[in-house]
């Protein structure tokens, strides 16, 4: 599972101007098959998905010599799909 953001949203279309608009938080994911999901979540948990979200960078690999888009979390090194280095 790849968090591709977490959002807050309102259960009121007009906004935040109604006292009684609840706010949530939502995370959106992609799961490995490429489908994309989302879906509501605690308070706590969007912390826990808040760390987990994933950039999808462009890299290119020397060893395959092919480019590759790849989701890669925070503070990790991407690494090449086909030969994993
Ligand atoms: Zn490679």
């Keep these: ?4 953001s977490v ?3 309102t259960n009121n279309r007009k906004g935040r101007s109604n006292k009684h608009t609840k706010r949530f938080p939502v995370v959106f994911y992609l799961l490995q098959d490429g489908s994309f999901h989302s879906k ?3 308070r706590l948990e969007a912390i826990y998905y808040k760390t987990k979200i994933c950039k999808q960078v462009k ?4 060893e395959c010599q092919e480019k590759f888009n790849v989701l890669v979390k925070k503070n990790e090194q991407p690494i090449c799909p086909k030969c994993l280095s």
Excluded: A, Q
């Design 40 to 42: 509501r979540v605690s």
């Design 1 to 4: 599972m790849y968090v591709k």
């Design 7 to 9: 959002s807050w949203v």
């Design 59 to 62: 890299i290119y690999c020397t």
